[in-house]
């Protein structure tokens, strides 16, 4: 389940990247229609911008120039164990200049819920190289949630297929979408 997911975020991604990087007036009313969580932050880890999913998935509202690194309220790792934000994905990310994958997460909200996620923090750079700044999207992995997201991908696939020639690549987003149909079959009966 994890990589279909991995990949269509990615995806994702790759969309918000262009998003940010053209700006203006239509960049928030764009990020603002997602449904994921995503956020902007500036080169020193200041958040900058949040759209309102942000607010759905923490539980809480971001205070724009002074939450650093993260939207979250408190950070727990995979195990469970305390994640200061200054070591979060996010301050890895624009730390180390380079997108960070394959990390899962646990938000801990105000009230005390927890969600599982999966981050896919992204350093931003200017056209000459310099950090401008990161955007990260926040994947829910909750079970509806996850089953949301995975019947749109295979929307997604059915409606590419339909104006794909090539038979293989026809067949083959087909087969994706069975797929990511079947897996989230078996979330929504569990």
């Known amino acids: 389940m994890g990589l279909p997911a991995l990949i269509s975020a990615d ?4 969309t918000v990247l262009v998003a940010v990087r053209a700006g203006g007036a239509d960049l928030s009313a764009a990020l603002d229609q997602l449904p994921a969580a995503i956020y902007v932050t500036d080169p020193n880890g200041f958040v900058t ?3 309102p999913a942000c607010i759905d998935f923490t539980g809480r509202h971001p205070e724009l120039g002074q939450d650093r690194w993260c939207v979250t309220w408190k950070l727990y790792t995979e195990d469970g164990e305390f ?4 070591q979060c994905p996010m301050a890895v ?5 380079k997108p960070v994958r394959g990390v899962t997460a646990i938000a801990e909200r105000p009230n005390g819920t927890r969600v599982r996620f999966i981050p896919f923090p992204t350093p931003l750079f200017d056209d000459e190289g310099a950090l ?6 926040l994947i829910d992995l909750t079970d509806s949630r996850q089953a949301d997201f995975l019947e749109s991908q295979a929307r ?3 409606r590419l297929a339909r104006f794909m020639g090539d038979t293989q690549t026809f067949e083959t987003l087909n087969l994706m979408a069975s797929e990511y149909e079947d897996k989230a079959r078996l979330i929504r009966e569990n």
């Open 156 to 158: 997604k696939c059915r």
């Open 93 to 97: 990310a624009i730390q180390t200049k």
């Open 49 to 51: 911008y949040f759209n």
């Open 132 to 137: 401008k700044g990161a955007v990260n999207i």
């Open 11 to 14: 995806e994702i991604v790759g």
């Open 83 to 86: 994640l200061p934000h200054a």
